[in-house]
């Protein structure tokens, strides 16, 4: 991508969409640039490829996709807000996850599971007592996310960076949260990474449905036994636990001092997210609350993103499905930074 990386400011996504949409093969940079990363990855897209760095682009002024007067008459409306899609919100990277981009093939991150031992000794020539440290690796291979957004024709053909600027937004907040879903509650299976709640060498902590204050401390307390330098220490749990949280005393009662004063829990910033499940248990009425020292989860991102343009599924109304399939994974480098309580019960909204 070398020769080609001065010219990514000319890349136009909906110019590649449109030529889709017209059955026509890519030309100028955005072909270009599909065929060149086609070469180097040994296999053709499904669709067009085009490097990840096209699609994280700050979004300057947010807009309306389309909205509706009447069945089948579509309008572009312009405002000064965009109502994005109700989406998980995506916290990870905020929390402190390392994101290592541009990587080829599977990986190996080095891990120390266990440290050397040092030793006092007296200074008349007698050696220190010899220990070595234990290392293993936590591998990461490319797994496949997928992404889907929707846009209409009369979208599809303008040319402001603002509408461009908005559709790539829109791609990449999708991938985002099912890159933080993955993480969280990944299966393990069907392609899916393991998350934090169904990896088994992750400390559990039961609370039996009632949360207290002393297990938000415990769970703090458990990372911290484990020799864990808490540098990126924070806490993630539903939105209806935060809100349950929110008016549960710590101390007192007139005055009380609740759990979550603003936006922190136990002098750590506490984060809330759709993208940890509410539906844990037997009866599926239990949601999670995770502790840990969030660096220490390592996001892996393989370059290139594989584009879908699909007009003909909706073709009834007008609009284009865009697909996008991005190469990542996303693992703990160390499973004793992270804590998780299962079984608080959700409260009813």
């Known amino acids: ?31 270009e640039v599909s065929k060149e990363i086609a070469k180097r990855a040994g296999t053709p897209p499904m669709g067009i490829f085009c490097p990840l760095s096209v699609l994280a682009t700050p979004t300057r002024v947010r807009r309306a996709l389309t909205t509706t007067t009447a069945v089948g008459a579509l309008k572009t409306a312009v405002s000064s807000d965009y109502i994005e899609a109700l ?80 559709v790539k937004r829109d791609l990449l ?13 990944g299966s393990g299976t069907a392609g899916q990474p393991t998350g934090l709640l169904n990896n088994g060498n992750i400390a559990t902590h039961n609370c039996g449905g009632t949360l207290a204050w002393s297990d938000v401390v415990g769970i703090e307390t458990t990372v911290g ?56 248990g037997s009866n599926n009425d239990r949601a999670a609350l995770i502790f840990g020292n969030w660096e220490d989860m390592v996001i892996g991102m393989w370059g ?14 007008g609009t284009i499905g865009i697909t996008v399939l991005v190469p990542a994974d996303i693992q703990p480098r160390r499973n004793e930074s992270f804590v998780c309580i299962p079984d608080v019960t959700t409260p009813t909204p």
């Open 225 to 280: 036994a484990a020799n864990v330098m808490i540098t990126s220490g924070a806490y993630l749990t539903t939105p209806s636990v935060k809100g349950l949280l929110k008016a549960t005393p710590k101390v007192g009662t007139t005055y009380p001092v609740f759990m979550w004063e603003g936006n922190e829990l136990n002098g750590y910033p506490a984060y809330a997210s759709n993208v940890v499940p509410s539906n844990l």
């Open 87 to 166: 989406r998980p919100l995506s916290v990870l990277a905020r929390m402190g996850a390392r994101v290592m981009e541009d990587m080829i093939g599977t990986f190996k991150i080095p891990h120390l599971s266990a440290g050397g031992t040092g030793y006092w000794v007296t200074p008349e020539g007698s050696a220190p007592t010899s220990s070595a440290p234990t290392i293993d690796q936590v591998s990461l291979s490319p797994k496949i996310c997928g992404a889907h957004t929707e846009i209409t024709r009369p979208f599809a053909v303008q040319s402001s960076p603002d509408a461009e600027d908005l």
């Open 173 to 185: 907040a999708a991938v985002s949260s099912a890159i933080d879903a993955g993480g969280i509650n």
């Open 1 to 31: 991508m070398e020769p080609l990386h001065k010219e990514l400011h000319r890349y136009s996504l909906l110019r590649a969409i449109r030529r889709r949409i017209d059955r026509q093969d890519l030309d100028g940079i955005e072909g």
């Open 304 to 317: 290139a993103v594989d584009l879908l343009v699909d007009p003909y599924t909706q073709s009834t109304t």
